[in-house]
């Protein structure tokens, strides 16, 4: 596959970036959304995430060809988006939160590793060391209060390492479609509403929000890190670098910690201080050779 064009690849990138900031809201809102159970909540906002693009196949019915994809296409997506949340779930509910999320947050540096796979890539010792040192800031994160693996959560710790394969299996095998229309997204998202639904009714106690901010925050969670970012990280992963976005990644536990003691939900300290300069720090290096491309010369 060859690689994308200097302007292409820097504006894919970026655009693959956002999903990264919308994603680091998701914390906020659904600790904002009350007390829906996982699958509810996770129905309901991968619905409300496809909402703009069938208004838009509605507005522009030709669009709609763009979901006749292979079945390969369809089980990937399916299985990146669905599988990922309902291995994440499964790890929350038999692990203790910090060793789970620590586990599942391996994906980064899965994709970046992973990466050297993929045709026109080269996996570089910035890319690899700048991973390293965004996990290095995620374990200050997630692993504030320590962590201590209990052979006795093995269900849990298990899904949370499949967790993290879904979903960095899911964003290389997205970037070998790369000539499958971003808008397949919206058959991935509500195939994985219906999916969740299917597992709520099963699992779970339905719980609705009590006020019109709950009902806000699972808007927000809709529109944004379980709706627009799917589609941002689809276009992102399929046409940019997927070893910086990989490796930026990181960036999520750090910002979703920020918003969080911003707005009350969370204490800042130096250790967020630390955690910060290792992701950041992390991420620049990674992203070394974008900032180092000098523009193409204009003809004239």
Not at 65 to 82: C, D, H, I, N
């Amino acid at each position: 596959m060859p690689r994308k064009g200097g302007n292409v690849r820097t504006r894919a990138t970026l655009i693959g970036f956002t999903a990264i900031l919308m994603w680091s809201f998701l914390a906020f809102f659904t600790a904002a959304s009350g007390k829906m159970p996982p699958f509810q909540l996770s129905a309901i906002a991968f619905a409300i995430g496809s909402l703009p693009s069938i208004v838009a196949f509605a507005v522009r019915p030709e669009r709609l060809r763009s979901l006749r994809q292979p079945l390969k296409v369809w089980v990937t997506g399916v299985a990146g988006l669905f599988g990922y949340h309902f291995l994440y779930f499964t790890a929350l509910r038999n692990a203790p939160v910090v060793e789970a999320g620590l586990i599942a947050y391996l994906w980064p540096l899965l994709i970046v590793v992973g990466s050297a796979l993929l045709p026109g890539e080269r996996l570089r010792w910035y890319h690899v060391v700048g991973a390293l040192a965004g996990l290095s800031g995620t374990v200050l994160i997630v692993g504030k209060d320590g962590v201590d693996f209990d052979p006795a959560y093995l269900l849990g710790y298990s899904a949370a390492f499949l967790c993290a394969f879904t979903w960095s299996g899911y964003s290389l095998l997205t970037r070998r479609f790369d000539a499958v229309s971003t808008d397949v997204v919206t058959g991935f998202c509500l195939a994985t509403s219906v999916l969740s639904l299917v597992c709520h009714l099963l699992l779970e106690t339905t719980a609705w929000p009590t006020d019109a901010w709950e009902w806000l925050a699972v808007a927000g969670l809709g529109l944004f890190p379980v709706g627009a970012a799917f589609y941002a990280w689809d276009y992102g992963v399929k046409n940019g670098d997927i070893q910086i976005l990989g490796a930026s990644s990181y960036a999520a536990p750090l910002l979703s910690t920020l918003i969080l003691a911003l707005f009350g939900f969370a204490e800042p300290n130096l250790r967020i201080a630390l955690a910060c300069l290792l992701i950041t720090g992390g991420a620049v290096l990674a992203a070394r050779e974008m900032f180092r491309r000098r523009p193409a010369p204009v003809a004239g």
